[in-house]
Nanobody
């Protein structure tokens, strides 16, 4: 069964960096638009960044200039490099694959706190 598995979350101080990874179980995900979303308890899940199969990218205004999404289709991997992290970036981050079917990972928690 196709799946997405996130990793790389954790606790980081404000101003720090983290790199999230998303491992896709099948090579067909290389043809999908991949994305990172985040959700805080009690709030709706929100888009962070997306990347097309040819690596065109889009970012939420709140992360532009700080976060970078990338993909390695040969390895079936998607990454989110997060720099200059702020407490308001604290959330569960989810990997998303959007194609003929939409897939979600189970999420990885990012906590930004002194």
């Amino acid at each position: 069964q196709a799946q997405l598995v996130e990793s790389g979350g954790g606790l980081v101080q404000p101003g720090g960096s983290l790199r999230l990874s998303c491992a896709a179980s099948e090579s067909r995900f290389s043809r999908y638009v991949m994305g990172w979303y985040r959700q805080v308890p009690g709030k709706q899940r929100e888009l962070v960044a997306t990347i097309t199969p040819i690596s065109s990218t889009k970012y939420a205004d709140s992360v532009k200039g700080r976060f970078t999404i990338s993909r390695d289709n040969a390895k079936n991997m998607v990454y989110l490099q997060m720099n200059s992290l702020k407490p308001e970036d604290t959330a569960v981050y989810y990997c998303n694959a959007n194609g003929d079917i939409t897939y979600w990972g189970k999420g990885t928690l990012v906590t930004v706190s002194p």
